[in-house]
């Protein structure tokens, strides 16, 4: 089965870092850009980052960027959110979220995972 | 780009239509020629799932009840008779650009 699975969420404190991981299984990892997208309590979506499926190219929205760093293990299958210099803002679920992209070529988030609950809190 | 979805909330009695409007803040046409605009389906309690890409293109698994339209800036998404299972949230989504960004959902509710 084609499956995302985060870990990683918890309870921190402001200006504390804490690591998200998405572990893929069930196709080729390698072959899929990433995204992680993140739901606070009661709200929409809001994007967060995307990472392609070499990792030439990473994106971050403003509210994140120089905070948090995404990456990605082919090796592995894995994708890894460091989020450091923590807020409360950054209280949401979050969902890593395949979707194979290319220059010419898009057909969407289409596997997306559970979700893991981040909770910034003093 | 700024999306735009109307009505925040509808409620459509089963075998009715429905249909929701999304308006982005500019073009969302990409170099291609395609238009870059998603919609998600968020069910209680589950995580989002993809309806439509590129506009118009329904996702694997999606049933045929569920059509996207429009070009440019305006956008539609279309259930020709709603079910029981279609309640949640909808969101549609532009990846045309970063950062990517997400209408602020519509709430769809069972009669």
């Known amino acids: 089965d084609v499956q995302l699975v985060e870990s990683g969420g918890g309870l921190v404190k402001p200006g504390e870092s804490l690591r998200l991981s998405c572990a893929a299984s069930g196709f080729t990892f390698r072959g899929y850009a990433m995204n992680w997208v993140r739901q606070a309590p009661g709200k929409g979506l809001e994007w967060v980052s995307s990472?392609?499926?070499?990792?030439?190219?990473?994106d971050y929205a403003d509210s994140v960027k120089g905070r948090f760093i995404i990456s990605r293990d082919n090796a592995d299958n894995s994708l890894t959110l460091l989020m450091n210099n923590l807020r409360v803002e950054d209280t949401a679920v979050y969902y890593c979220a395949r979707v194979e992209r290319f220059e010419t070529a898009y057909y969407g988030m289409d596997v997306w995972g559970q979700g893991t609950t981040v909770t910034v809190s003093s | 780009i700024v999306m735009t979805q109307s009505p925040l909330s509808l409620s459509v009695t089963p075998g009715e239509p429905a249909s929701i409007s999304c308006r982005s803040s500019q073009s969302l046409v990409h170099g291609t020629g395609r238009t870059y605009l998603d919609w998600y389906l968020q069910k209680p309690g589950q995580s989002p799932q993809l309806l439509i890409y590129?506009?118009?293109n329904r996702a694997t698994g999606v049933p045929d009840r569920f059509s996207g339209s429009g070009a440019g800036t305006d956008f539609t998404l279309k259930i020709s008779r709603v079910e029981a299972e279609d309640v949640g949230v909808y969101y549609c989504m532009q990846p045309l650009q970063t950062p990517y960004t997400f209408g602020q959902g519509t709430k769809l509710e069972i009669k």
């Open positions: 590129l506009g118009s």
């Open positions: 990472i392609s499926n070499t990792a030439t190219s990473i």
